[in-house]
């Protein structure tokens, strides 16, 4: 699968996002996704994730409470990020793997989109 992030952008703190990602493949509905990020002279970090079927979902809790996880039918994942911190600042990266829920480190990997908070 091929997956293509966007939506990343400069906002303030207490502001909202929205990432895409797009995914391309004729199986695109056995795929598990999520988001990790990677922040200046940080390890990359898991952000959230979202079961095959859209079901299920999972949070890091740093984000939990402010930051939803979605997909919809044509074949789009999303991240709506809400309450903004300067500690959200990194490169946002979408990511798949087979099966119904994302374990691991996932096989698939998009670009990154950076996403800048400004205090």
């Known amino acids: 699968v091929q997956l293509q992030a966007s939506g990343g952008g400069l906002v303030r703190a207490g502001g909202s996002l929205r990432l895409s990602c797009a995914a391309s493949?004729?199986?695109?509905?056995?795929?598990?996704m999520g988001w990790f990020r990677r922040a200046p002279g940080m390890e990359r970090e898991f952000v959230a994730a979202i079961s095959w079927r859209g079901g299920s979902t999972t949070y890091a809790d740093s984000v939990k409470g402010r930051f939803t996880i979605s997909r919809d039918d044509a074949n789009t994942l999303y991240l709506q990020m809400n309450s903004l911190k300067p500690e959200d600042t990194a490169v946002y990266y979408c990511?798949?793997?087979?099966?119904?829920?994302?374990?691991?480190?996932?096989?698939?990997w998009g670009q990154g989109t950076q996403v800048t908070v400004s205090s």
């Open positions: 990511a798949a793997d087979n099966g119904p829920v994302l374990i691991g480190t996932p096989s698939y």
């Open positions: 493949g004729r199986t695109y509905r056995r795929y598990a």
